[in-house]
């Protein structure tokens, strides 16, 4: 598994190369799609973590339901998948940990890489905004 | 020239994949896109048009992928054939997934991420490459709580029937008269399908093809004096691709426009139903009768083969890409 610090935030060469198309018309409708997309399936994950995945004492007699981690792997295998699609290295490799940790029912991996998610995913955002700036994407 | 018509549905909940999917479907010279977020409404669209290829993702709620491909394959919609090309795309290749997946004799397993140009590629491949798929029946007797993990085993197979079968190689088809199947391979088709030859519908092409096959396969074990064990089974299966024949046409003809095409070819449709109502009862004992029949069924097929409604398809430097 590659060092998620040493992977880039959102390389545009894989975006251009997924979609054979290196226009700018090309490049933000992608980039805004997922920008959209993928607010909603962090919040989604953000708020699943505070209310589900708890591993300090105060929750220990309300563990996730298997339901609850089934959701979550689901969530972080469809945020994974987009951000394949567009070169979001660092948060794919996010969520393909998060993924295997909800579906292995580690807790405590979850709930550790969850906390990266306010790292990863502000930085991601800043970048998304800044390109889409740079690419004449009026709406940022 | 005349351009192929092919339906690409496309099915994935994400919304920015979706469109990823649409977007190169639409590209590929011949297909129309359709698209779906979610199962049921992947199965609105399989129920109302004729689809030719299928691409979806595994992990869906509602419906999953599996599920929809077990109704697919099991016959459950009414315009779309059971026998169309699947492709999964998937982000996980797990194991038991994928030996569902081979239950379902499904095309291909893509794992994301896939480069526009590299699905492009694979769509068109499926499109002109047939694989064998069982009957329906087949898929529908599999489990369908989706526990079962590995295909059902081989006894089962050689009872199935297969509609669409491997135009050069039978392995299990005829387990009654191994003479049969050697005397066959070296012997022509009676009735044949013109390389390149198309009807614009991708479907109605392979259930003429499949009709021309098993017509032909009825015939050789007729005529090369085969146990009639052999012989009936052979005319069931071209009654079944004569009743397959006339099911996607009766689905196709509802939704489309070319006129002239549809009002021709619904002629030779109707004039192959007393030859497919004979198929369907005469006695294998009578040769005479059945010399007769299939001499009416080779006159039907050459009159039917011909310009305007089978024409040359030109545009095979599109299809391949």
Known sequence: MADAATLPVLDLNVLIAMYGDDSAETITLALSGFRREATHYVQQLQNAGQHNIRTDSARKDHAPTDTALADMARLCHSLKSMCGLVGAAKLMQLCMTLEQAARQQDLTTLQNELLKLAEVWPELLSQLNLTLLQHGYPDV | MLLKNFNVLVVDDVVLMCDFLYGVAKKVPGCYAFKALDGKTAAETLENEAIDLLITDIEMKGPTGLELIYRVRSGSFASTSHDIPIIIFSGNAYLELIQQSISYDVNDFLAKPITADQLIRKIQHHLQTEKQIKSAAHYLALNSDFSAKTA???????????????????????????????????????????????TGYFQIDRRLRNFAFNISCFHNVFVGNCKPVAIESERKRACEACDYL?????????????????????????????LAAE???????????????????SYWWMQTCNRPIIQKNDDDGADHG
């Open chain 2, 152 to 198: 059902v085993p081989d006894e089962n197979r050689k009872v199935s029937v297969a509609i669409v079968r491997e135009l050069s190689h039978k392995p299990e088809a005829e387990p009654v008269d191994t003479d049969a199947s050697s005397k066959k391979a070296d012997e022509k088709d009676f009735l044949f399908w013109p390389e390149h030859a198309t």
């Open chain 2, 246 to 274: 006339f099911h996607i046409a009766k689905n196709i003809q509802h939704k489309e426009r070319r006129h002239q095409f549809w009002l021709l070819f619904h002629q030779r449709l109707e004039k192959l139903k007393p």
């Open chain 2, 279 to 297: 198929l369907n009862s005469v006695n294998i004992k009578h040769h005479s009768q059945v010399l007769v029949l299939l001499k009416r069924l």
